[in-house]
């Protein structure tokens, strides 16, 4: 069990530019969830899967943000068209339905919009 | 809808001396809450949760916290403090389900000698 795996660590990219991050869980974990956190505040919730099912996405999250988990293992966020606003620490965990909750974060990525 | 406001954006506080780091929710439903600790360029690590039973919980490093539900607090406490403890601490809170989790804000915890 390596833990949850981001990659990758950093990304700068230029406005308007789309951008792609992935995560792999930990194996065993049906559900994987994407968080995004600014400077000075905590994790804000995006989205998450339940095996390859993505059950809940947030109604503040902006069309131009989609996940895919497509096997139930690993999941990618794209964001089309960035803007300065996205610039963030990107964080994904994972965690077993029925374990009582709590997340096994990943150490996120760091995107910066130029 | 769920909230969670850590009451405490800083808290500074000596070696070896006790401290707590105060949380207060709401949700509507039955709740599981969280601590979570984000040492410097690292993920967030779990430190203890309360689901149900006991509402006194112990987690790892000698870090303990105590649900309220009549106050709808989740306070951590930890008798004394050592340097390695200077951290970012995050309180949360999930339904029932254990499906997402709303964080606070966090409180910054800085240990000094």
């Known amino acids: 069990d390596t833990g949850v795996s981001q990659d990758p660590r950093h990304k700068i990219t230029k406005r308007g530019q789309n951008v792609t991050f992935r995560c792999d869980p930990i194996?065993?974990?049906?559900?994987l969830y994407w968080y995004r956190q600014t400077l000075g505040q905590g994790p804000e919730f995006l989205t998450y899967?339940?095996?390859?099912?993505?059950?809940?996405k947030s109604r503040l999250l902006s069309d131009r943000f989609s996940a895919e988990r497509p096997k139930g293992s690993f999941s990618t966020l794209e964001i089309q068209r960035t803007e300065q606003g996205d610039s963030a620490m990107y964080l994904c965990?994972?965690?077993?339905?029925?374990?009582?909750?709590?997340?096994?974060f990943g150490s996120g990525t760091r995107l910066t919009v130029v | 809808a769920q909230s969670v406001t850590q009451l405490d954006s800083q808290v500074p506080v000596f070696e070896e001396a006790p401290v707590e780091l105060r949380c207060n929710y709401s949700?509507?439903?039955?709740?599981?809450l969280f601590w979570y600790v984000q040492y410097p360029n690292q993920g967030l690590q779990l430190l203890l949760k309360?689901?149900?039973?006991?509402?006194l919980v112990k987690g790892i490093n000698g870090f303990e916290a105590e649900f309220n539900k009549s106050q709808t607090s989740f306070h951590l406490r930890k008798p004394s403090v050592h340097i390695s403890d200077t951290a970012e601490y995050f309180c949360?809170?999930?339904?029932?389900?254990?499906?997402?989790?709303?964080f606070g804000d966090g409180t910054t915890l800085t240990v000094k000698p």
């Open positions: 965990a994972s965690s077993l339905v029925l374990s009582g909750g709590g997340y096994t």
């Open positions: 194996s065993e974990h049906n559900r």
């Open positions: 899967f339940q095996n390859e099912a993505q059950l809940e």
């Open positions: 949700s509507s439903v039955s709740v599981y």
């Open positions: 309360y689901l149900s039973g006991s509402t």
């Open positions: 949360a809170v999930s339904d029932g389900d254990a499906g997402k989790s709303t």
